[in-house]
């Protein structure tokens, strides 16, 4: 769905101001150079309208063409051109686009880009269009709907995806070094001392003597091994790090499921997973900071030997299936203090364009797009959960065929055991803000409590 994390790229300003520069967990995995589809023929036959879709990621072209494709057998008098970009092209280009008034009609939005857009007036609110009227949030897994509403619940994008996190494993590694995949079922977690689950990454690190995390004279400072994979991509949102350790103390981003105007960076439970979290690097199971960039995500940590775990979204479950030389097996996240796990909630969503003369077409599109025919097809085909029941059950059948057992990642749904994105105005000046404080905690300059300074100024911006 959304392959590494990595931070946006600045986008070319806009008259009015710069869009977003915050950083996102949905990034595509390869940047891949534009690929149009028109989904099965050249060009649009006679009389038919013609709109078109965007989407970013490669992964999931396959999936969209292929419901594109049944959308227009049963709506002959519309043509779909799909354009794919890379993650970087996408955004650079879907800005210039707004500027020159020559934007897709319809393409996949990401919730940091969202609130800008919707101040920018550059998406359409969707609920006065005839075919997204029968498209309630009922449809959609819960909370879905409301990533994708304004502050008076004026929608601006259909849901078409949603991700949570889990535990990645080389399931050889885990069993070389003594532990069943049961193990790894009934972690739990705390602040304090890190619980069972601190015990396993403390096992699975391994200094250049051959010693242990968890043995007498381990050397955090020459590590061959560290018990946890790190995200190079560590932000304000901490999507794939830090969140859910925090969201499993009960802590919560904001004063507001979505919409928030406080900031609770300044919580006595963050402080206290900030200095367990990054505290990691002192005791050698955690990577130090810039060890690994970009170059070297997650998958490669594992696949390298270099990891002993990653936590990963589930965008990420085909790409570290197919790591050569690796049998992946995912695990649930260690239960936290609440007394469950934790995962951050976040999907991505379909938005009209305000400049589109075609917004009848292209919500007929996106409608069908989130229809439960179209949400199996999409399920199917899937690197990724669809935002639907539907979808999601032939995501995991799919999934299940090939031997991968993906219930940790629906269970966090089903089971109620998430936190949603933090769904805010001011992402683009929150980011680099924060970007610091996570930065020097992280090179062990400073620790939780120093987070109260940055959380007063992140709060000023909602002033």
């Given at each position: 769905?959304?392959?590494?994390?990595?931070?946006?790229?600045?986008?070319?300003?806009?008259?009015?101001?710069?869009?977003?520069?915050?950083?996102?967990?949905?990034?595509?995995?390869?940047?891949?150079?534009?690929?149009?589809?028109?989904?099965?023929?050249?060009?649009?036959?006679?009389?038919?309208?013609?709109?078109?879709?965007?989407?970013?990621?490669?992964?999931?072209?396959?999936?969209?063409?292929?419901?594109?494709?049944?959308?227009?057998?049963?709506n002959p008098d519309i043509f779909v051109?799909?354009?794919?970009?890379?993650?970087?092209?996408?955004?650079?280009?879907?800005?210039?686009?707004?500027?020159?008034?020559?934007?897709?009609?319809?393409?996949?939005?990401?919730?940091?880009?969202?609130?800008?857009?919707?101040?920018?007036?550059?998406?359409?609110?969707?609920?006065?269009?005839?075919?997204?009227?029968?498209?309630?949030?009922?449809?959609?897994?819960?909370?879905?709907?409301?990533?994708?509403?304004d502050q008076e619940g004026t929608r601006?994008?259909?849901?078409?995806?949603?991700?949570?996190?889990?535990?990645?494993?080389?399931?050889?590694?885990?069993?070389?070094?003594?532990?069943?995949?049961?193990?790894?079922?009934?972690?739990?977690?705390?602040?304090?001392?890190?619980?069972?689950?601190?015990?396993?990454?403390?096992?699975?690190?391994?200094?250049?003597?051959?010693?242990?995390?968890?043995?007498?004279?381990?050397?955090?400072?020459?590590?061959?091994?560290?018990?946890?994979?790190?995200?190079?991509?560590?932000?304000?949102?901490?999507?794939?790090?830090?969140?859910?350790?925090?969201?499993?103390?009960?802590?919560?981003?904001?004063?507001?499921?979505?919409?928030?105007?406080?900031?609770?960076?300044?919580?006595?439970?963050?402080?206290?997973?900030?200095?367990?979290?990054?505290?990691?690097?002192?005791?050698?199971?955690?990577?130090?900071?810039?060890?690994?960039?970009?170059?070297?995500?997650?998958?490669?940590?594992?696949?390298?030997?270099?990891?002993?775990?990653?936590?990963?979204?589930?965008?990420?479950?085909?790409?570290?299936?197919?790591?050569?030389?690796?049998?992946?097996?995912?695990?649930?996240?260690?239960?936290?203090?609440?007394?469950?796990?934790?995962?951050?909630?976040?999907?991505?969503?379909?938005?009209?364009?305000?400049?589109?003369?075609?917004?009848?077409?292209?919500?007929?599109?996106?409608?069908?797009?989130?229809?439960?025919?179209?949400?199996?097809?999409?399920?199917?085909?899937?690197?990724?959960?669809?935002?639907?029941?539907?979808?999601?059950?032939?995501?995991?059948?799919?999934?299940?065929?090939?031997?991968?057992?993906?219930?940790?990642?629906?269970?966090?749904?089903?089971?109620?055991?998430?936190?949603?994105?933090?769904?805010?105005?001011?992402?683009?000046?929150?980011?680099?803000?924060?970007?610091?404080?996570?930065?020097?905690?992280?090179?062990?300059?400073?620790?939780?409590?120093?987070?109260?300074?940055?959380n007063e100024r992140v709060n000023a911006?909602?002033?």
């Amino acid at each position: 769905m959304h392959t590494h994390k990595r931070t946006l790229p600045s986008p070319t300003a806009l008259s009015r101001r710069r869009l977003l520069q915050g950083s996102a967990a949905h990034a595509a995995g390869a940047v891949s150079p534009a690929a149009h589809s028109a989904c099965g023929a050249a060009s649009a036959p006679a009389g038919a309208t013609e709109i078109d879709y965007w989407l970013w990621d490669a992964n999931q072209l396959p999936a969209y063409s292929a419901a594109i494709n049944r959308f227009m057998e049963l709506n002959p008098d519309i043509f779909v051109r799909v354009t794919q970009l890379g993650w970087g092209d996408y955004w650079t280009k879907l800005t210039a686009s707004f500027v020159a008034e020559a934007g897709p009609d319809a393409f996949t939005d990401h919730l940091a880009r969202f609130p800008e857009f919707v101040s920018l007036g550059v998406i359409a609110p969707l609920d006065g269009l005839a075919a997204l009227e029968d498209v309630t949030a009922d449809h959609f897994q819960d909370g879905l709907q409301e990533l994708w509403s304004d502050q008076e619940g004026t929608r601006y994008g259909i849901p078409k995806d949603y991700d949570t996190i889990a535990i990645m494993y080389d399931k050889n590694l885990l069993a070389e070094e003594g532990f069943t995949p049961e193990d790894l079922e009934t972690l739990d977690w705390n602040p304090e001392d890190g619980g069972s689950f601190e015990e396993l990454i403390a096992r699975l690190s391994l200094d250049a003597n051959g010693v242990r995390g968890d043995e007498e004279g381990f050397d955090p400072k020459n590590v061959v091994r560290y018990g946890m994979a790190a995200d190079a991509g560590t932000d304000y949102t901490g999507q794939t790090s830090w969140s859910p350790f925090a969201l499993s103390t009960g802590w919560t981003f904001t004063d507001a499921n979505t919409w928030g105007t406080r900031f609770n960076y300044d919580d006595e439970r963050f402080a206290a997973t900030m200095d367990w979290y990054f505290g990691l690097v002192d005791k050698g199971f955690f990577p130090p900071f810039g060890m690994f960039g970009d170059s070297s995500p997650g998958q490669t940590q594992l696949q390298s030997g270099k990891a002993g775990i990653a936590l990963a979204g589930s965008w990420m479950i085909s790409t570290f299936a197919n790591m050569e030389g690796m049998e992946l097996g995912i695990a649930p996240l260690p239960t936290g203090p609440v007394g469950t796990p934790m995962s951050m909630f976040n999907g991505l969503g379909d938005s009209i364009s305000s400049q589109s003369e075609k917004k009848e077409e292209a919500a007929r599109l996106i409608a069908f797009l989130a229809s439960d025919e179209a949400q199996r097809i999409i399920g199917e085909r899937a690197p990724f959960f669809p935002a639907t029941d539907a979808g999601t059950e032939a995501a995991i059948e799919s999934y299940a065929a090939k031997g991968l057992d993906v219930t940790p990642f629906t269970d966090r749904v089903a089971n109620g055991e998430t936190g949603l994105y933090p769904l805010v105005e001011n992402s683009a000046s929150i980011m680099p803000l924060m970007q610091t404080a996570f930065d020097q905690c992280w090179m062990r300059k400073i620790d939780g409590a120093d987070f109260a300074s940055f959380n007063e100024r992140v709060n000023a911006l909602f002033e």
